[in-house]
């Protein structure tokens, strides 16, 4: 279904999420895509009990196949000269949420995002913030009413001890995708999380 599709796939510092989002990247692979995978600066250096920058890296590229591209300047040709068909950021924290929807490109995934908006492709957005629904919520609003951007479905994680948390069920990134593709939301948009 995407055979022949270029889809960047952006990860940001979301680092507890990364075991369940990065072997996704495979499963866009399987349906024929070429991933292009870039991360934040907070990727690259961190090191944290999830483990380390130098390890995600040598993990993604591996299941994308392809380098990652962790500079501004590496990111800036996806818009005119190398463009994609589809960006897409799982997972996205509140504080690339906010940053986005606030045109604040300061990573080399917001800068692949602005880009592919700019060209008229679909950017898929996979939150995954414990603020979404706290004083995120209105850049979380500002973006679910922009053209050309999708959301993979999300819900409230643990409403009861982290009541403005909200995460994506990453399961759903290619049909997401598939969709956004033809310029649809995929639905059921709002679910109820369960892990």
């Known amino acids: 279904m995407l055979d022949g599709k270029r889809i960047g796939f952006g990860i940001t510092a979301s680092h507890c999420t990364y075991e369940e989002v990065v072997p996704k990247i495979k ?3 399987d349906e024929g895509a ?3 995978p870039i991360i934040t600066h907070s990727v690259l250096h961190a090191a944290t009990r999830f483990g380390t920058g130098e390890e995600w890296i040598a993990k993604i590229e591996e299941v994308a196949g392809h380098e990652v591209i962790k500079t501004m300047a590496d990111a800036e040709p996806l818009g005119p000269r ?3 068909d589809c960006m897409v950021i799982a997972p996205m924290t509140g504080n690339s949420l906010s940053k986005f929807a606030n045109a604040a490109t300061e990573s080399p995934v917001l800068m ?3 880009a592919t908006l700019r060209n008229g492709s679909p950017v898929v957005i996979g939150v995954s913030t414990n603020d979404a629904l706290g004083l ?3 850049n ?3 973006l679910l009413n ?3 951007i999708f959301f993979i479905p999300f819900g409230q994680d643990d409403p009861y001890k982290k009541p403005n948390s909200l995460i994506s069920d990453f399961t759903k990134i290619n049909e997401t995708v598939i969709n956004a593709l033809e310029k649809k939301q995929f639905q059921p948009l ?3 999380y369960t892990k």
Request: charged letters at 15%; a positive charge; zero cysteines.
């Open 27 to 29: 499963h866009l692979r």
């Open 34 to 36: 070429t991933v292009v």
């Open 82 to 84: 190398n463009p994609l």
């Open 112 to 114: 692949a995002a602005k």
């Open 136 to 138: 995120n919520g209105m």
């Open 140 to 142: 979380l609003m500002k």
């Open 146 to 148: 922009t053209k050309n």
């Open 190 to 192: 709002l679910i109820q």
